[in-house]
Nanobody, 123 residues
Framework: QVQLVESGGGLVQAGGSLRLSCAAS????????MGWFRQAPGKEREFVAA???????YYADSVKGRFTISRDNAKNTVYLQMNSLKPEDTAVYYC?????????????????WGQGTQVTVSS
């Protein structure tokens, strides 16, 4: 069992930055691919970024060049650095963990989810 706890959300003006953190329980964190997804009101949950157990990164086109995902296996933590934020980035951001994902961009591949953290970008 893996428990995920997100933090770092908040209210920021357009063009600003936030860093989200996701702390994971368990001793096998390094074996998991980790992903960030988001869900805006009235919309489906969508893929944002992911990082494999080996450190390979993946990004949605909408955030490429602005967001950076990273992981610190010693701290059992994955991060999402978000720069140049736009109002359309407003959503609840969820952290997820997958032990054996065929494709990290699909939410169904993930085994564990955090409770989410709200990110609001004002114009």
């Amino acid at each position: 069992q893996v428990q995920l706890v997100e933090s770092g959300g908040g209210l920021v003006q357009a063009g600003g930055s936030l860093r989200l953190s996701c702390a994971a329980s368990g001793r096998t964190f390094s074996s998991y691919a980790m992903g960030w997804f988001r869900q805006a009101p009235g919309k489906e949950r969508e893929f944002v970024a992911a990082i494999s157990s080996g450190g390979r990164t993946y990004y949605a086109d909408s955030v490429k060049g602005r967001f950076t995902i990273s992981r610190d296996n010693a701290k059992n933590t994955v991060y999402l650095q978000m720069n140049s934020l736009k109002p359309e980035d407003t959503a609840v951001y969820y952290c997820a963990a997958a032990l054996a994902a065929y494709s990290v961009i699909y939410s169904g591949e993930y085994d564990y989810w955090g409770q989410g953290t709200q990110v609001t970008v004002s114009s």
